[in-house]
C-alpha cells in the first residue's frame, strides 16, 4: 500500500521560506520520478518540481526556478522542497506525487497526468 504523506506547510509573509516534506512509503518501484504539484480552487493543478529517484537532475516550472529547491533524502523514501522567497502568488495546496518509470527520465512534467498514480492528501501554504 503506497502512501504518500505531506508535512511542513504553513502560513509566511512574502519573502519568507518554508519547506515541505513529503515521506514515502509501500513503494515497489526503484525508479520513479518523485514530484510536487501545486494546485489553487478554481485552477487546474500545475507541476512546481521534480527528481529522479536514481539521482541525477531536476526539473522546475518556470515560476519557481531559483527559488524552489527539491531533493530526495533516505533513499528517496522523503521528498524534500525548499521554498525561498516565497510570493502570494505560490499560495496553493501542495501535493506530493509519484510517477514509476522504467529506466532514467529527465522527469519533467509532460504527460504527468497519466503518469503520476500515487498522491499525497496535500498541505497547504499560504503566502500574505
Known amino acids: 500500500h503506497v502512501q504518500l504523506v505531506e508535512s511542513g506547510g504553513g502560513s509566511v509573509q512574502a519573502g519568507e521560506s518554508l519547506r515541505l516534506s513529503c515521506a514515502v512509503s509501500?513503494?515497489?518501484?526503484?525508479?520513479?520520478?518523485l514530484g510536487w504539484f501545486r494546485q489553487v480552487p478554481g485552477k487546474e493543478r500545475e507541476g512546481v518540481a521534480s527528481?529522479?529517484?536514481?539521482?541525477?537532475?531536476?526539473y522546475y516550472a518556470d515560476s519557481v526556478k531559483g527559488r524552489f529547491t527539491i531533493s530526495l533524502a533516505n533513499g528517496a523514501s522523503t521528498v524534500l522542497l525548499q521554498m525561498n522567497d516565497l510570493k502570494p502568488e505560490d499560495t496553493a495546496t501542495y501535493y506530493c506525487?509519484?510517477?514509476?518509470?522504467?529506466?532514467?527520465?529527465?522527469?519533467?512534467?509532460?504527460?504527468?497526468?497519466?503518469?503520476?498514480?500515487?498522491w499525497g492528501r496535500g498541505t497547504q501554504v499560504t503566502v500574505s
Open positions: 506525487a509519484a510517477a514509476p518509470k522504467n529506466g532514467p527520465s529527465d522527469c519533467t512534467f509532460l504527460g504527468w497526468k497519466y503518469e503520476y498514480n500515487h
Open positions: 509501500g513503494y515497489s518501484y526503484f525508479q520513479e520520478c
Open positions: 527528481a529522479y529517484s536514481g539521482g541525477g537532475g531536476t
